[in-house]
C-alpha cells in the first residue's frame, strides 16, 4: 500500500437536511493510502475530521443520497481534458489543423499542459508555456566612473526604469523618427 496515492474527493450536498452546511460543495476530503479518510468542511466554521473509511464518511454525512463523495482524481482530469483538446477532423480524414475545443492551432496550449509531465496539482496559467520575454536592451551611458545603468523592464514598453529608480523615455517614435 506504500505506493499507493491518496485520493482527493468533494462532498457534494443537493439537499440541505440539516439546515447547517447548505448545499453545494460543502466539504473537501482525502482518502489515504491505508484507507483511513478526512473530511475539511468548508464555510463559515471550517473544520477538519478524521474516519476510519470512506464508508463511515458516506453513513454519517451522506444523509440517505443527499451528499455525494465526487473523486477529484487530478490525472484522470487531465485525461479527460487531453481527450477534449483533439484535432479537428473531416470526413476522408482531413484535418484543420484546429483544436476542436477551442479552434486554435493543434496542439493548442490547453492540450500541451495537460500532456506536459508536471504537477498535476498546479493551477495552469497560459503563460507558463510561453518563453520568457526578452531583457530590455536600453541603458543609460555611463558618466565618469559611474557604471551602467540598465533597464530592467521587461516586455515591449516605451517607458525604461532601472533598478535604482532613474527613468527615461524612447527617443525614438513609433514610425522611427526621432
Partial sequence: MADKKPTLFDLIRDTDVSGVSGTGK????????????????LGTWPTTTPHPSIASIKAVHGH?????IVLNDPADRLARIAGAHVPERFPGGLVSGLCVECEQRYPCPTR??????????ATWDPTDDEPEPAPCTACLLPEGDAPVERCIVEGPHKQHVT????????????????
Fill in 26 to 41: 460543502v466539504a473537501e476530503g482525502v482518502i489515504f493510502s491505508d484507507g483511513h479518510a478526512a473530511v475539511h468542511w
Fill in 64 to 68: 440517505g443520497g443527499a451528499t455525494r
Fill in 112 to 121: 500541451v499542459w495537460a500532456t506536459t509531465d508536471r504537477d498535476v496539482l
Fill in 163 to 178: 533598478a535604482q529608480g532613474r527613468r527615461w523615455a524612447d527617443d525614438v517614435g513609433e514610425d522611427g523618427s526621432q
